[in-house]
């Protein structure tokens, strides 16, 4: 299943390849710059010693090239989805290098993070070690791989009333409790009540997620893997 991370006005679309061409700053005497093709190396490295591969892997980059985004992949999944990492870097300090796990769907190939990006590091410090941090970035996301998918199959089975569909649509986008373009809600109410593959016919939580994270992909890269990254946590709330 291809990855399907979309760049649009201020990023473009990079393949790992594409990474290694990219022009790196040079760091300074207190903030190490680390080149993203570095961290994704790393990243694949990680999860190598753990016996993870990348199947498959997806980039954007802002168009001075100093915040990257990226999504892979993994070759380890549950029935109808597939595990994945988002990673992220700047060279200009506007973020901290970070990660998040999520998973495919395989059926639409929709991305849904378990949670917001957590930074593997409080600073880009010249002592920074970056396989080392990556460690410990890493096993914190696999721990979060079996709650992940039971969270999954709980929602799958979760049979939901069209009124309280339509009510967590309303919470989310006219009450604002999720950082998402309002006028979304109604890509979100067409994704659900009319949808266009048949596992999310029934009317259960899994099809409604579904339904949020289908309409996120008209979003740029940014809001994209902002609102994806606080889908969980606002379902858990509702």
């Known amino acids: 299943m291809e990855s399907t991370l979309i760049a649009g006005t201020g990023t473009r679309r990079f393949s790992r390849g594409d990474l290694t061409v990219l022009e790196t700053p040079e760091s300074t005497r207190t903030h190490q710059v680390i080149p993203h093709i570095d961290l994704v190396k790393a990243v694949i490295e990680a999860l190598s010693y753990r016996h993870i591969s990348v199947v498959s892997d997806d980039y954007a980059v802002s168009e001075d090239g100093m915040k990257m985004f990226g999504i892979l992949d993994l070759d380890l999944g549950f029935e109808g989805c597939r595990f994945s990492l988002g990673i992220r870097n700047a060279h200009d300090k506007s973020m901290r290098l970070a990660l998040t796990v999520g998973y495919r769907v395989f059926v639409c190939s929709n991305m849904a993070f378990h949670g917001d990006f957590q930074p593997v590091m409080a600073k880009h410090t010249k002592n920074f070690r970056l396989l080392d941090a990556l460690a410990i970035g890493i096993d914190a996301m696999q721990r979060n791989f079996q709650p992940m998918q039971t969270q999954v199959e ?31 809600d109604r890509v979100v109410h067409e994704h659900y009540f009319n949808p266009k593959y048949d596992e999310f016919l029934p009317r259960t939580m899994w099809s409604l997620t579904n339904s949020f994270t289908s309409a996120f992909k008209e979003l740029e890269p940014v809001p994209q893997f902002k609102a994806t990254a606080r889908l969980g946590d606002f379902f858990s709330d509702n």
């Open 154 to 184: 709980r929602w799958k089975g979760d049979i939901i009333p069209d009124t309280l569909a339509k009510l967590i649509i309303y919470k989310a986008f006219t009450e604002g409790q999720l950082e998402a373009p309002r006028h979304l």
